[in-house]
T-cell receptor, first 111, second 113 residues
Framework: RKEVEQDPGPFNVPEGATVAFNCTYSNSASQSFFWYRQDCRKEPKLLMSVYSSGNEDGRFTAQLNRASQYISLLIRDSKLSDSATYLCVVIRPGGSYIPTFGRGTSLIVHP | DADVTQTPRNRITKTGKRIMLECSQTKGHDRMYWYRQDPGLGLRLIYYSFDVKDINKGEISDGYSVSRQAQAKFSLSLESAIPNQTALYFC????????????FGPGTRLTVL
């Protein structure tokens, strides 16, 4: 089992739709979790951190389920500009705090 | 000005050539990382450094070497480039700690013919 797994997609949705992505991780002792956004051939940029209590930022909601070892990202009212690849990042346990990236989930929002 | 810069942005080279990719940061972070990204494979860690002269191998370090001579600079070398090292390379920095963000450079697109 890979350390961090994501469905590569693509998820092809119309504007205004709600879409959700999951990311599973294998190490139950993983410490921190993030969602990054990557536009085509550009650098990844932090979208949001994922807290144990869940967190929301506008149309975006991230949740953590430690029992089942997955994190999720929900995007409501999708915009054309949301089209991108969404990368799940898990921080390995231990003092080195090494980030491990999932392969990413591609989202295409169409008119 | 960008906080994390990479040079060159694009490079085409031939098999067997030595190549150096440079990364500089103005964020004052101690931790720096080199990743490569291939289609469908996500970002894979090549090397990382927690301080000047501190070097650690990542998951795919074979065929690469790095140098951290100053806090703000972290260079990646391909001693003898081969075609399967054709990829998009990213440098990143972050502070120490579990819940902190990584900041990426704009990437270097390397093609080895």
């Amino acid at each position: 089992r890979k350390e961090v797994e994501q469905d590569p997609g693509p998820f092809n949705v119309p504007e205004g739709a709600t879409v959700a992505f999951n990311c599973t991780y294998s190490n139950s002792a993983s410490q921190s979790f993030f969602w990054y956004r990557q536009d085509c051939r550009k650098e990844p940029k932090l979208l949001m951190s994922v807290y144990s209590s869940g967190n929301e930022d506008g149309r975006f909601t991230a949740q953590l389920n430690r029992a089942s070892q997955y994190i999720s990202l929900l995007i409501r009212d999708s915009k054309l500009s949301d089209s991108a690849t969404y990368l799940c990042v898990v921080i390995r346990p231990g003092g080195s705090y090494i980030p491990t990236f999932g392969r990413g989930t591609s989202l295409i929002v169409h008119p | 000005d960008a906080d994390v810069t990479q040079t060159p942005r694009n490079r085409i080279t031939k098999t067997g050539k030595r190549i150096m990719l440079e990364c500089s940061q103005t964020k004052g972070h101690d931790r720096m990382y080199w990743y490569r990204q291939d289609p469908g494979l996500g970002l894979r860690l090549i090397y990382y450094s927690f301080d000047v002269k501190d070097i650690n191998k990542g998951e795919i370090s074979d065929g690469y070497s790095v140098s951290r001579q100053a806090q703000a600079k972290f260079s990646l070398s391909l001693e003898s480039a081969i075609p399967n090292q054709t990829a998009l390379y990213f440098c990143a920095t972050r502070e120490a700690g579990a819940g902190v963000e990584q900041f990426f450079g704009p990437g270097t697109r390397l093609t080895v013919l």
